[in-house]
Protein backbone atom coordinates (compact mmCIF):
# COMPACT_ATOMS: atom_id res chain seq x y z
CA UNK A 1 0.00 0.00 0.00
CA UNK A 2 1.94 3.33 -0.84
CA UNK A 3 1.66 6.26 1.56
CA UNK A 4 2.31 9.86 0.41
CA UNK A 5 3.23 12.35 2.87
CA UNK A 6 3.38 16.21 2.26
CA UNK A 7 6.07 18.34 4.27
CA UNK A 8 6.86 22.06 4.12
CA UNK A 9 6.19 25.65 4.94
CA UNK A 10 2.29 26.63 5.90
CA UNK A 11 2.85 30.10 5.71
CA UNK A 12 4.56 31.79 2.68
CA UNK A 13 5.39 35.27 2.19
CA UNK A 14 4.07 36.86 -1.20
CA UNK A 15 6.54 36.74 -4.03
CA UNK A 16 8.55 34.45 -2.48
CA UNK A 17 8.85 30.68 -3.34
CA UNK A 18 6.19 27.76 -2.45
CA UNK A 19 8.11 24.54 -1.73
CA UNK A 20 7.06 21.25 -0.79
CA UNK A 21 7.83 17.59 -0.85
CA UNK A 22 6.28 14.49 -0.75
CA UNK A 23 7.84 11.32 0.52
CA UNK A 24 6.54 8.08 -0.59
CA UNK A 25 6.82 4.96 1.27
CA UNK A 26 5.24 1.33 0.93
CA UNK A 27 6.26 1.19 -2.85
CA UNK A 28 9.16 2.10 -5.01
CA UNK A 29 9.12 5.77 -6.19
CA UNK A 30 11.31 3.93 -9.45
CA UNK A 31 8.32 2.34 -10.20
CA UNK A 32 7.58 2.10 -14.01
CA UNK A 33 3.91 3.44 -15.12
CA UNK A 34 4.13 5.69 -11.85
CA UNK A 35 3.45 9.34 -12.42
CA UNK A 36 4.12 11.47 -9.26
CA UNK A 37 1.80 14.38 -9.18
CA UNK A 38 0.45 17.14 -7.21
CA UNK A 39 -2.94 18.63 -7.03
CA UNK A 40 -3.94 21.64 -5.11
CA UNK A 41 -7.32 23.08 -3.87
CA UNK A 42 -8.17 26.14 -3.26
CA UNK A 43 -10.31 27.32 -0.01
CA UNK A 44 -13.76 25.95 -0.55
CA UNK A 45 -13.32 24.94 -4.39
CA UNK A 46 -12.61 22.22 -6.73
CA UNK A 47 -9.48 20.08 -7.65
CA UNK A 48 -6.76 21.57 -9.78
CA UNK A 49 -3.88 19.41 -11.41
CA UNK A 50 -0.53 20.64 -11.28
CA UNK A 51 1.61 18.46 -13.13
CA UNK A 52 3.51 15.34 -12.34
CA UNK A 53 7.45 14.21 -12.62
CA UNK A 54 8.30 10.35 -13.82
CA UNK A 55 10.78 9.06 -11.63
CA UNK A 56 13.44 9.79 -15.06
CA UNK A 57 13.05 13.41 -13.86
CA UNK A 58 10.67 14.02 -17.12
CA UNK A 59 7.50 16.56 -15.93
CA UNK A 60 4.58 18.14 -17.21
CA UNK A 61 3.60 21.14 -15.85
CA UNK A 62 -0.03 22.35 -16.13
CA UNK A 63 0.00 25.65 -18.90
CA UNK A 64 -1.57 28.17 -16.33
CA UNK A 65 1.47 27.33 -13.65
CA UNK A 66 4.21 26.02 -15.63
CA UNK A 67 6.04 29.58 -15.95
CA UNK A 68 6.81 29.13 -12.03
CA UNK A 69 6.78 26.19 -11.20
CA UNK A 70 9.86 23.33 -10.67
CA UNK A 71 9.59 19.66 -10.03
CA UNK A 72 12.03 17.11 -9.08
CA UNK A 73 12.47 13.70 -8.10
CA UNK A 74 14.98 12.26 -5.67
CA UNK A 75 15.14 8.52 -5.62
CA UNK A 76 17.37 7.98 -3.25
CA UNK A 77 15.31 9.58 -0.64
CA UNK A 78 11.74 8.22 -2.41
CA UNK A 79 10.54 12.31 -2.34
CA UNK A 80 9.62 14.30 -4.78
CA UNK A 81 9.30 18.01 -4.32
CA UNK A 82 7.40 20.87 -5.82
CA UNK A 83 8.60 24.67 -5.91
CA UNK A 84 6.21 27.27 -7.06
CA UNK A 85 7.39 31.03 -7.02
CA UNK A 86 6.62 34.48 -6.36
CA UNK A 87 3.58 33.38 -4.95
CA UNK A 88 0.63 35.67 -4.52
CA UNK A 89 -2.71 35.05 -2.18
CA UNK A 90 -3.92 33.49 -5.27
CA UNK A 91 -2.00 30.12 -4.73
CA UNK A 92 -3.32 29.83 -1.48
CA UNK A 93 -4.50 26.07 -0.75
CA UNK A 94 -4.13 22.60 0.37
CA UNK A 95 -1.81 20.58 -1.78
CA UNK A 96 -1.99 17.14 -2.45
CA UNK A 97 0.85 14.83 -3.70
CA UNK A 98 -0.90 11.88 -5.43
CA UNK A 99 0.30 9.16 -7.59
CA UNK A 100 -1.40 8.59 -11.20
CA UNK A 101 -1.24 4.80 -12.01
CA UNK A 102 -3.02 2.77 -15.02
CA UNK A 103 -5.55 2.93 -12.06
CA UNK A 104 -5.93 6.27 -12.07
CA UNK A 105 -5.04 8.73 -9.22
CA UNK A 106 -5.04 5.97 -6.05
CA UNK A 107 -3.45 7.45 -3.76
CA UNK A 108 -3.19 10.46 -2.17
CA UNK A 109 -1.67 12.59 0.78
CA UNK A 110 -3.48 13.77 3.03
CA UNK A 111 -2.70 17.14 2.08
CA UNK A 112 -1.36 20.72 3.52
CA UNK A 113 -2.34 23.47 4.00
CA UNK A 114 -0.17 26.42 2.30
CA UNK A 115 -0.91 30.29 3.28
CA UNK A 116 0.89 33.05 1.33
CA UNK A 117 0.26 36.19 3.22
CA UNK A 118 2.90 38.54 4.27
CA UNK B 1 -7.63 21.76 -22.20
CA UNK B 2 -10.51 19.84 -21.80
CA UNK B 3 -13.50 21.00 -19.82
CA UNK B 4 -15.14 19.05 -17.63
CA UNK B 5 -19.10 19.76 -16.38
CA UNK B 6 -20.72 18.34 -13.81
CA UNK B 7 -24.47 18.24 -13.08
CA UNK B 8 -26.31 18.94 -10.40
CA UNK B 9 -23.66 21.33 -8.91
CA UNK B 10 -25.31 20.38 -5.45
CA UNK B 11 -28.59 17.70 -4.53
CA UNK B 12 -30.29 16.77 -1.74
CA UNK B 13 -30.86 13.25 -0.74
CA UNK B 14 -31.73 10.84 1.99
CA UNK B 15 -30.81 7.51 3.13
CA UNK B 16 -31.80 4.62 0.80
CA UNK B 17 -32.20 7.06 -2.53
CA UNK B 18 -30.70 6.29 -5.94
CA UNK B 19 -28.44 8.74 -6.83
CA UNK B 20 -26.71 10.26 -10.07
CA UNK B 21 -24.59 12.30 -10.62
CA UNK B 22 -23.85 13.22 -14.38
CA UNK B 23 -20.37 14.86 -16.08
CA UNK B 24 -19.95 15.96 -19.49
CA UNK B 25 -16.62 16.15 -21.30
CA UNK B 26 -15.48 19.17 -23.95
CA UNK B 27 -14.37 16.41 -26.74
CA UNK B 28 -14.32 12.83 -26.47
CA UNK B 29 -12.26 11.32 -23.70
CA UNK B 30 -13.23 7.36 -24.93
CA UNK B 31 -13.45 5.94 -21.04
CA UNK B 32 -10.74 7.44 -19.36
CA UNK B 33 -12.81 9.20 -16.42
CA UNK B 34 -12.34 8.45 -13.12
CA UNK B 35 -14.26 9.86 -10.32
CA UNK B 36 -13.59 10.50 -6.65
CA UNK B 37 -15.40 11.02 -3.25
CA UNK B 38 -14.23 13.85 -0.83
CA UNK B 39 -15.16 14.77 2.67
CA UNK B 40 -14.74 17.91 4.62
CA UNK B 41 -11.04 17.90 5.29
CA UNK B 42 -9.82 15.00 4.17
CA UNK B 43 -8.19 14.24 0.57
CA UNK B 44 -10.46 12.57 -2.05
CA UNK B 45 -10.89 9.53 -2.50
CA UNK B 46 -10.54 7.24 -5.41
CA UNK B 47 -14.23 5.63 -6.22
CA UNK B 48 -13.66 4.52 -9.92
CA UNK B 49 -11.28 4.69 -13.00
CA UNK B 50 -12.04 3.91 -16.92
CA UNK B 51 -15.34 5.42 -15.93
CA UNK B 52 -17.00 2.46 -15.00
CA UNK B 53 -14.20 0.09 -12.62
CA UNK B 54 -14.36 0.39 -8.77
CA UNK B 55 -11.19 0.56 -6.81
CA UNK B 56 -10.49 -2.16 -4.70
CA UNK B 57 -12.54 -2.00 -1.52
CA UNK B 58 -15.50 0.25 -3.08
CA UNK B 59 -18.40 -0.42 -2.11
CA UNK B 60 -20.61 -2.12 -5.04
CA UNK B 61 -23.48 0.56 -4.66
CA UNK B 62 -21.05 2.79 -6.86
CA UNK B 63 -21.45 2.21 -9.81
CA UNK B 64 -19.83 4.31 -12.96
CA UNK B 65 -20.95 4.72 -17.20
CA UNK B 66 -20.39 6.29 -20.35
CA UNK B 67 -18.08 6.78 -23.06
CA UNK B 68 -17.18 9.44 -25.25
CA UNK B 69 -18.02 12.79 -23.71
CA UNK B 70 -21.03 11.81 -21.31
CA UNK B 71 -20.62 9.86 -18.14
CA UNK B 72 -22.71 9.09 -14.73
CA UNK B 73 -21.96 8.19 -11.29
CA UNK B 74 -24.81 6.06 -9.76
CA UNK B 75 -24.70 5.34 -5.98
CA UNK B 76 -27.68 2.81 -6.25
CA UNK B 77 -28.84 3.30 -2.26
CA UNK B 78 -27.39 6.03 -0.26
CA UNK B 79 -25.44 5.54 2.72
CA UNK B 80 -24.98 7.86 5.60
CA UNK B 81 -21.34 7.68 5.08
CA UNK B 82 -21.59 8.68 1.03
CA UNK B 83 -22.94 12.18 1.72
CA UNK B 84 -19.93 14.34 0.39
CA UNK B 85 -18.47 16.15 -2.61
CA UNK B 86 -17.97 13.88 -5.71
CA UNK B 87 -15.88 15.15 -8.50
CA UNK B 88 -15.60 13.63 -12.32
CA UNK B 89 -11.70 13.53 -13.91
CA UNK B 90 -10.53 13.41 -17.34
CA UNK B 91 -6.90 11.65 -17.82
CA UNK B 92 -7.36 10.71 -21.43
CA UNK B 93 -5.38 14.45 -22.18
CA UNK B 94 -2.89 16.76 -19.94
CA UNK B 95 -3.41 18.91 -18.05
CA UNK B 96 -5.83 16.93 -16.35
CA UNK B 97 -8.51 18.20 -15.45
CA UNK B 98 -11.64 17.99 -12.87
CA UNK B 99 -14.70 18.49 -12.76
CA UNK B 100 -16.41 21.26 -10.46
CA UNK B 101 -17.99 18.89 -8.20
CA UNK B 102 -21.29 17.63 -6.77
CA UNK B 103 -22.40 18.00 -3.32
CA UNK B 104 -24.35 15.75 -2.20
CA UNK B 105 -26.49 16.61 1.49
CA UNK B 106 -29.09 15.52 3.08
CA UNK B 107 -32.41 15.95 2.74
Known amino acids: QVQLQESGPGLVKPSQTLALTCTVS??????????WTWIRQHPGKGLEWIGY???????YYNPSLESRLTMSVDTSKSQYSLKLSSVTAADTAVYYCALEDPYGLKYWGQGTLVTVSS | DIQMTQSPSSLSASVGDRVTITCRASQGIYNYVAWFQQKPGKAPKSLMF???NLQSGVPSRFSGSGSGTDFTLTISSLQPEDFATYYCQQYDSYPRTFGPGTKVDVK
Open chain 2, 50 to 52: GAS
Open chain 1, 53 to 59: IYSSGTT
Open chain 1, 26 to 35: GGSITRAGHY
